[in-house]
């Protein structure tokens, strides 16, 4: 371990308390994607008392402070989450709005402001080619379609935080990113190194328009729309033998509104529904495949579909750990470490993956918790595992990603293809959800 290796870890040791107690705080105070005023404003606050200069408001809520290392170089933003999950049956739910942190997002600030506060002390700040961008990104959560609505009317154009402040040039100027997250998939070690490849999704609206007529004395006269929403599920479920086992399809689907009374039949049923897979090919496959099965069964019935595309989340890009991130590990004796394959999955969906296809992304995940994620059992069992090592990993990761002229973050942007530019990632957007 070197000097700057060890003033890192003995600065975050000597703020442990202050940091668990940030973490205790953000977790009692979950907010709404778009809405985390609570939580912006005390990450603000703890950046400013760092000494850096503080943006607030990107994309309503999100907070970004960038230090500048003591050379010129590539500009590496650590990343951490603002908002919480709906799960009003957590012990720890907010009473105002029945949101908890069930996801760990608090873990994840605590370990962005914990790599602030040692990469921000001179010595260290010193020994960096290039400056970090400690960035808390708003809405990482699946923000509703129906809440979308209201937040255009508040200049916010796409659904989720990191798609949105791309959208707005917020990323312009960094070069890469690093993030973490509590374990995704099942893991037994302390530390998973590297991106798991996640599963991207899309969303869909339909509405079924049928004909209304009285169910008994002349249902011949009417169009029957929660018979052709039937159907189509149905039609959507005799899909599954076209779709690959690698591509991890999985579509699942609610009936929000499926008649008004029950002796007249049908006339409006509104359907929404989620499509994902492990690729954007495979996405855009089974999202051909679902409107189809909805557009045609409707028709079969004398009814038709209405399809309301909304924008849902690209897949997370699988990349193996970079030497930085073995080289923080290494720096922290006594976890156990795994590291990413290509073989691994995860089937759910963030937003990190619409960061992947445009920015080079350094992950790695770890433990400290227990329950399934989103759930009421979700929970913090380590204090240390679960905010602290995170803390070290994230400052020892950007120190050896920026440290003897950048070497490491130079690899990392050399290593990586983007799919789109900040530009052509607007456009396919737009296009998907027309």
Do not use: W
């Amino acid at each position: 371990m070197d000097r700057i290796e060890e003033k890192i870890i003995e600065v975050i040791d000597a703020h442990r308390e202050e940091l668990i107690s940030f973490a205790r705080d953000i977790g009692a105070h979950a907010e709404p994607g778009y809405y985390e005023t609570h939580t912006a404003a005390r990450v603000a606050e703890k950046l400013r008392g760092l000494g850096l200069c503080t943006e607030t408001g990107l994309a309503k809520t999100g907070v970004k402070a960038v230090l500048m290392g003591g050379a010129p170089g590539p500009c590496a933003a650590v990343i951490g989450e603002l908002d919480g999950i709906l799960c009003p049956a957590h012990p720890d739910a907010n009473p105002a709005n029945g949101l908890a942190h069930a996801c760990g997002h608090n873990a994840q600030l605590t370990a962005m402001l914990g790599a602030a506060v040692a990469l921000s002390v001179p010595e260290v700040a010193a020994s960096l080619a290039g400056s970090t961008a400690f960035f808390a990104v708003p809405a990482e959560e699946y923000v509703p379609v129906a809440a979308r609505e209201v937040l255009k009317g508040e200049g916010v154009e796409f659904c989720c935080g990191k798609s949105e402040l791309i959208r707005r040039g917020d990323f312009e100027g960094i070069d890469l990113a690093l993030t973490t997250h509590v374990h995704m998939i099942p893991c037994e070690n302390d530390l998973l190194l590297g991106n798991v490849a996640c599963n991207g999704c899309a969303s869909r609206t339909v509405v079924f328009h049928g004909k209304a007529a009285h169910a008994a004395t002349a249902p011949h006269e009417g169009v029957n729309a929660l018979n052709a929403a039937s159907l189509a599920l149905n039609a959507v479920g005799l899909l599954r033998e076209t779709f690959r086992e690698r591509d991890t399809v999985r579509i699942h689907a609610n009936i929000r509104e499926g008649g008004a009374a029950l002796n007249v039949v049908p006339d409006t049923v509104v359907l929404e529904a989620m499509v994902r897979a492990a690729s954007l090919h495979a996405l855009n496959d089974a999202v051909h495949k679902f409107d189809r099965a909805c557009t045609h069964c409707a028709e079969a019935l004398g009814a038709r579909a209405e399809i309301q595309p909304a924008q849902g989340y690209m897949p997370v890009r699988y990349c193996p750990p970079c030497e930085a991130l073995h080289r923080a590990a290494e720096a922290l004796p006594g976890l156990s470490v795994e590291c990413a394959a290509a073989s691994q999955q995860n089937l759910a969906c963030t937003d990190v993956g619409d960061l992947s296809q445009v920015l080079p992304v350094v992950n790695f995940t770890h433990s400290g918790v227990t329950g399934a994620l989103h759930s009421a059992a979700f929970t913090v069992a380590d204090e240390e595992k679960a905010y602290i090592v995170p803390a070290k990993m994230m400052a020892l990761t950007a120190y050896h990603l920026l440290c003897d002229g950048a070497k490491g973050a130079k690899q990392v942007i050399k290593d990586f293809s983007p799919v789109f530019t900040r530009e052509s990632y607007i456009k396919a957007v737009k296009e998907a959800t027309t």
